[in-house]
């Protein structure tokens, strides 16, 4: 079964409003959570590291003041994208790693769709 | 600079044709070698991950192998339902906390009937 989870799993919005994403790890805490980009046919693009209790890292060339990350708990990470254009259009994924007694795995959520119009 | 490679970029099988999927990797202190499976406007589903040379995981027509710089995705007998894009990910090794994947941008796997 899904152990992270997003919602919404679509939205479309007109441009120059805000979108907040969810992404939740089901069952398990992740006090980092990672976001990514994925425009199509391409591979994904990290955009940021969430961190519970402290600021988000973002990568190089994301602006951290369009994309807000707030990680509000162990399970708990959201994405606010702000002012949103078209260009912001995307499919946006969320990631949780989960470490066992061998071997730490990282598990996606299934993914949210942008359409800005 | 840490870089993920993968080969071929699309793939096209018959139904039982064998194949294998490459990816080769630049990394200063490998952590992990990540396999996934990704459908069309899904998220990436996990298949394997390997830490060191040598090492083989299988998972039903899937065999994942690792080298000092290079990864392959064995495929034996595929069915249509294997059709998906294989994305390969790396992490470093660096000191403490969860460490970012590097992905590769994956290879399209089609099988045909």
């Known amino acids: 079964g899904a152990v992270v989870s997003q919602h919404p799993s679509r939205v479309i919005c007109k441009s120059g409003t805000s979108v907040k994403i969810e992404c939740r790890s089901l069952?398990?805490?992740?006090?980092?959570m990672f976001w990514y980009r994925q425009f199509p046919k391409q591979s994904l693009m990290l955009m940021a590291t969430s961190n519970e209790g402290s600021k988000a890292t973002y990568e190089q060339g994301v602006e951290k003041d369009k994309f807000l990350i707030n990680h509000a708990s162990l399970t708990l990470s959201t994405l606010t994208v702000t002012s949103a254009h078209p260009e912001d259009s995307s499919f946006y994924i969320c990631?949780?790693?989960?470490?066992?007694?061998?071997?730490?795995?990282?598990?996606f959520g299934p993914g949210t769709r942008l359409l800005v119009l | 600079e840490d870089q993920v490679t993968q080969s071929p970029e699309a793939l096209r099988l018959q139904e039982g044709e064998s194949s294998s999927l490459n990816c080769s990797y630049t990394v200063s202190g490998l952590r992990g070698l990540f396999w996934y499976r990704q459908d069309p406007g899904k998220g990436p589903e996990f298949l394997f991950t390997l830490y060191s040379a040598g090492e083989e995981k299988e998972k039903e027509r899937l065999k994942a192998t690792l080298t000092k710089k290079e990864s392959f995705l064995h495929i034996t007998a595929p069915k249509p339902e294997d059709s998906a894009t294989y994305l390969c990910?790396?992490?470093?090794?660096?000191?403490?906390?969860?460490?970012?994947?590097?992905f590769g941008a994956g290879t399209r796997l089609a099988v045909h009937p």
């Open positions: 069952d398990f805490q992740a006090t980092t």
């Open positions: 990910a790396v992490q470093e090794r660096i000191s403490g906390g969860y460490n970012k994947l590097i």
């Open positions: 990631s949780a790693p989960m470490s066992g007694r061998l071997q730490e795995t990282q598990y």
